[in-house]
């Protein structure tokens, strides 16, 4: 068996064992079930698995520190919507052909791994290689949130790469290394706890078209990198603690207030004007 498509249905218990000893099998969807427990510490003779999903079911536990380890062509890996918990286990960093990754509405807490780097997939701003034998994947497709709004995604074309761990409570700041993904088209970070400034390399990302880095506790200064992602068609950076001026260009200055509200400390033509000068200020000078 190379595919086996269960989604959708009210399938509950636990996964059997056997499903992580099907050594041929490419293609696994089995979310929007009833399913629980936790997940197989090991996925033994899955070497051709590509596509895994279980989203939106009630797994909860964590995932086990050796997790990916014996995937090596998985693709795609879809967890959103279930109730697993503690950290995000470095192992993901070993899923080197991964284009997707959404663990979305989750309970995951802990930093963000500083090993993203080894995405290489990701790192890469080219289109994937075609499978051996990818007619049987052709037709298969993921699900993204994409403008606010799910949206399915042909997987073999290798355009839309992207990260979303929005809706979880991750700790810590946003690792630098985040910025060496630059083949990403979409990175939500949102309804976390994360803390510590955007990162300044950030506008390397320079296939980036979606990020949210709504509601969290960000602090310091929108990076001026960012203003050189020619790209970037969706940005939400509202609910911070970010300060000082809204960097010029372009770029920036097009998203309407609904990106940058809630941050107190921050200034531009989208939002009200800076706090009014202080006495023994420099005439022009802002309080932010």
Not at 6 to 14: A, P
Not at 62 to 69: E, K, Q, V, Y
Not at 216 to 225: F, R
Not at 231 to 236: E, Q, R, S
């Amino acid at each position: 068996m190379t595919v086996l498509k269960l989604q959708n249905n009210n399938i509950s218990g636990n996964l059997p064992p056997s499903i992580t000893t099907m050594q041929f099998l490419q293609v696994l969807h089995l979310g929007n079930n009833s399913l629980r427990g936790e997940l197989p510490r090991s996925w033994i003779n899955s070497q051709n698995l590509m596509i895994l999903d279980l989203s939106y079911n009630s797994m909860v536990g964590s995932i086990h520190p050796t997790f990916g380890l014996s995937l090596p062509n998985l693709r795609i890996l879809s967890l959103k919507n279930n109730k697993f918990s503690k950290g995000i286990p470095s192992s993901i960093c070993q899923l080197t052909s991964l284009q997707i990754l959404d663990l979305s509405s989750n309970q995951l807490s802990g930093p963000l791994p500083n090993c993203l780097y080894s995405l290489t997939m990701m790192v890469n701003n080219t289109n994937f290689p075609q499978p051996t034998n990818s007619s049987i994947l052709e037709s298969d497709s993921a699900w993204l949130m994409w403008e606010r709004n799910e949206q399915s995604f042909n997987v073999l074309r290798g355009l839309v790469k992207g990260i979303d761990i929005s809706d979880n409570n991750l700790q810590g700041p946003i690792p630098d290394q985040i910025s060496t993904l630059a083949g990403l088209v979409f990175l939500n970070l949102s309804q976390n706890n994360l803390t510590g400034a955007i990162p300044s390399g950030i506008g390397q990302l320079t296939s980036l078209q979606c990020l949210d880095l709504s509601r969290n506790h960000l602090s310091g200064k929108i990076t001026t990198s960012l203003a050189s992602i020619s790209f970037l068609a969706v940005l939400d950076l509202s609910n911070n603690s970010l300060s000082g001026m809204i960097p010029s260009g372009t770029q920036l200055q097009g998203f309407n207030a609904s990106a940058y509200i809630g941050n107190p400390g921050l200034c531009g033509e989208q939002l009200p004007a800076c706090d009014v000068p202080q006495k023994g200020d420099k005439i022009g000078e802002a309080h932010v």
